[in-house]
């Protein structure tokens, strides 16, 4: 294959969904048609490429698909080919089909696999590139934790959800002078929560990498109080944890790489904050909500950029990469590298100096 062009792709949308994949889809498809290769879709992430199942994509499957959320391929974040979990009578053991995945690709003369996923999917890469697939990497998620890249799609879309629902709650709490807690989405990481505080107006962020004390929630509350804001609005992260306590899991599903689910601390704070100020608070998880819907304009031209950035990676031969927005600019870098750290909010980020700046607490007063 060394001189010859190559001819067909995959592609696959791995993990959690988020708006942009579709423009993705249509962004590395769309040229790939123009440029006479075809294109299979490998439905729900790398379950599919383990257990076969895929389709041709024609110009007419990625017609009209732009502002569609989700991923007509589907997705999943059950189907590591690594850690594969199979039903052994009554027990789930988790074993390794990475050669079957291997197989397929083969099977299916595939000259180089597009996968749009985040950090889990890129380690997946990583380690199918090891073993001989072409692949060019392409990083989506909410959760913008991705170190490489300085944003990944569907990250806006996220933060504009919540920056709808901080306004929304806006209105209810001030009427009614009640705290509202929101719980917002983002793993271990606190992006969400700062962009969507800060673009919804947050008076408390709370994020997990800053972890927070109650005393000073408890009195940030009460100081707009006694001023005569007689609301209070708590943007917390799944992930956020008191100085003494831990993160909230809700469950844990081994069928995951990550088997940990966050989820509930939005009920502690509310709980919390009631029991020690005596003031009325609700709280709101937004949830999948998040995830859901068509992308914003900057989530349709990011995707864009991306797959258009990525199919000619793959026509130049340039594997075991992933696109990456670097200031305005779509370059790459290698999937390894990617893969490398994780991106955390710091407390000396411009958005965390700006929210400090215009009153947001984080819950402490060491920042
Ligand atoms: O990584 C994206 C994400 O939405 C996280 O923000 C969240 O913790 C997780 O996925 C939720 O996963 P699931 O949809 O499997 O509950």
Redesign the pocket.
Same mark, same amino acid.
């Given at each position: 294959m060394k001189n010859k062009r190559i001819k067909r792709v995959g592609i696959l949308t791995g993990?959690?969904d988020c708006p942009g994949l579709n423009a993705v889809i249509r962004g590395v498809a769309k040229p790939a048609h123009d440029n006479g290769l075809s294109v299979l879709g490998i439905q729900d992430g790398f379950e599919g490429l383990v257990t076969g199942k895929a389709i041709e994509l024609y110009n007419k499957d990625v017609s009209g698909i732009l502002a569609q959320g989700g991923s007509i391929l589907g997705s999943s974040?059950k189907g590591d080919p690594f850690h594969w979990p199979e039903q052994f009578d009554d027990e789930v053991k988790i074993v390794d089909r990475s050669e079957k995945a291997l197989r397929n690709y083969e099977a299916w003369d595939l000259d180089a696999l597009i996968a749009i996923g985040?950090d889990g999917t890129m380690h997946i890469s990583k380690k199918l590139s090891d073993m001989g697939m072409n692949i060019v990497g392409v990083p989506k998620?909410?959760?913008n934790d991705l170190d490489a890249t300085d944003q990944t799609f569907g990250h806006d879309s996220a933060v504009y959800v919540v920056t709808m629902a901080l306004d929304r709650l806006h209105t209810t709490a001030s009427t009614h002078h009640r705290v509202m807690v929101i719980e917002v989405?983002?793993?271990y990481a606190g992006w969400i929560a700062l962009h969507g505080g800060l673009a919804g107006g947050a008076d408390i962020i709370l994020i997990p990498e800053i972890p927070f004390d109650w005393e000073v929630v408890y009195d940030k509350v009460m100081q707009r109080h006694m001023r005569g804001k007689r609301f209070s609005i708590v943007c917390v992260a799944?992930g956020a944890k008191p100085l003494d306590g831990e993160m909230v899991v809700r469950a844990k599903d081994i069928k995951r790489t990550d088997p940990i +689910?966050?989820g509930g601390v939005a009920e502690v704070v509310a709980e919390n904050i009631t029991r020690n100020t005596g003031l009325e608070t609700r709280y709101t998880i937004l949830g999948?909500l +998040?995830?859901g819907g068509s992308p914003t304009p900057y989530d349709r031209i990011l995707s864009t950029k991306f797959g258009t950035y990525a199919i000619n990676l793959a026509m130049k031969k340039k594997f075991g990469r992933m696109v990456a927005l670097k200031g305005n600019e779509i370059s790459s870098v290698k999937i390894e590298d990617a893969i490398a750290k994780q991106k955390l909010v710091k407390p000396t980020d411009q958005a965390v100096q700006a929210a400090v700046a215009v009153g947001v607490s984080f819950g402490t007063e060491k920042l």
């Open positions: 993990g959690g974040n985040g998620t909410i959760d989405m983002g793993r799944e +689910q966050l999948h +998040q995830r």
